[in-house]
């Protein structure tokens, strides 16, 4: 992902998803929360809202040029633990004690590499029981792959990757329905998908992916025509595309007719799909900036027919906003069934914001009620789990400039 200094705008997160997706999405990339239950923390902030800053207590300081987090269990102890990755600088390995507690085991369990590090994908690539990772590298041209060799201890398999390219977005998922996670990476110009074959991946993607020259920010991965396949959304500079798997992981671009584009530059940084009105179907959120001459950073939803035809109801559904935000999230922060909206917000607003779903996919405005008070940053992602095992989901926010941020949900 570029950084906004640089001659292209950063992008972000991909979302990894299993062959498994769950049709309403109402926690694409939260894992399954720990049965352990842990106290309630004495943090900042605290007033009425509905999460409480714990950084200062629970975090190690990991400031500056963060651009993804995915949580997952690394060492197999049971709590979720997080991969950070970090624009030149050292990627970060955050180990849980099960109470969101967090140590930097950095230094002792990945290998030490300095690279332009820009997205997080994690499964178990080569079948042994433990989640791998592999982070997609932007400028310097090298995305890693990181082989976990047991109990959260990784080492460096970067030439099981068959090519590189300017890759700011990664995503694990099964697209030929074999049972393994197969690769898909977007670039600043061809995208790449890469076929797994036990732990070992074969570029496939002449005969795989459309050819096309985007610059591709982010991907989404999920069945957006209700065929039980896993479909794309390609988050792009401008013209944002859906690829329609053909069930054996060949797909096609069906943009035409089923995705409305506007007349104007669409910056898009994150591409978000969700059951936002219950309806049985996933919608798509688009989380737009303006760092483009001449693009419009007002986001986008897109709701869904049921067949993966979308109609743009920006305008009823969300108003609008006039931020540019890297980062776009679904999750019930509420707790009332229904998926509410997380954004991050970059430059000018420096703000993490909540917006309420009614039930219908109508959004208001809500976050003084829900984050603590001051909560800001450079925000380019938003991490949702369960961190401290109390069965409410908490939420860790990177940020490009400052610290990073740790709020945990009142139970």
């Not at 633990?81 to 969101?100: F, P």
């Not at 300095?114 to 310097?140: I, Q, R, T, Y």
């Not at 797994?196 to 795989?208: A, E, I, L, M, Y």
């Amino acid at each position: 992902m570029k950084s906004p200094s640089r001659s292209h705008p950063f992008r972000m997160r991909a979302p990894v998803f299993s062959a498994a997706v769950c049709l309403a999405a109402a926690c694409a990339d939260a894992p399954p929360l720990p049965s352990a239950r842990a106290a309630a923390p004495a943090a900042s902030g605290a007033g009425g809202a509905l999460f409480v800053d714990v950084t200062e207590t629970h975090v190690p300081l990991t400031a500056g040029s963060s651009m993804d987090a995915q949580a997952f269990d690394a060492d197999g102890d049971g709590d979720l633990d997080l991969l950070i990755a970090k624009e030149m600088q050292r990627n970060v390995l955050l180990l849980n004690d099960g109470t969101g507690r967090f140590s930097d085991a950095s230094q002792a369990r990945l290998p030490y590499t300095l690279h332009d590090s820009e997205d997080v994908a994690v499964a178990d690539f080569d079948g042994d029981g433990d989640p791998d990772a592999v982070v997609a590298g932007e400028d310097d041209q090298v995305s890693e792959f990181y082989l976990n060799a047991g109990g959260g201890f990784f080492t460096a398999a970067g030439s099981l990757l068959p090519a590189m390219g300017t890759a700011q977005s990664v995503v694990a998922a099964d697209v030929d329905g074999d049972g393994d996670a197969d690769l898909l990476f977007g670039n600043h110009g061809q995208n790449f998908l890469f076929i797994n074959g036990g732990g070992r991946f074969s570029d496939q993607t002449r005969v795989r992916l459309p050819a096309a020259a985007d610059l591709t920010q982010d991907i989404e991965v999920g069945d957006v025509d209700g065929d039980g396949d896993l479909d794309v959304v390609l988050g792009n500079v401008d013209a944002n595309r859906i690829l329609l798997n053909d069930g054996r992981g060949f797909f096609t671009d069906a943009t035409a007719g089923r995705l409305p584009l506007r007349a104007s530059i669409e910056e898009t940084r994150e591409a978000e799909l969700a059951d936002v009105d219950g309806d049985g179907d996933l919608d798509l959120y688009f989380a737009n900036v303006a760092f483009v001459p001449g693009a419009d950073p007002q986001d986008r939803l897109l709701i869904n027919d049921g067949r993966g035809y979308f109609s743009d109801q920006t305008a009823r559904r969300i108003g609008r906003e006039t931020a540019h935000t890297p980062e776009a999230e679904f999750v019930d922060v509420d707790r009332d069934g229904d998926l509410d909206l997380v954004t991050a917000n970059f430059r000018d607003t420096k703000a993490y914001r909540v917006s309420l779903n009614d039930g219908t996919g109508v959004f208001r405005e809500a976050t003084g009620s829900v984050f603590p008070a001051g909560l800001t940053g450079e925000g380019v992602d938003v991490e949702v789990a369960d961190f401290n095992g109390d069965g409410v989901l908490d939420i860790y926010l990177c940020s490009y400039v400052g610290t990073d941020r740790l709020i945990l949900g009142r139970p």
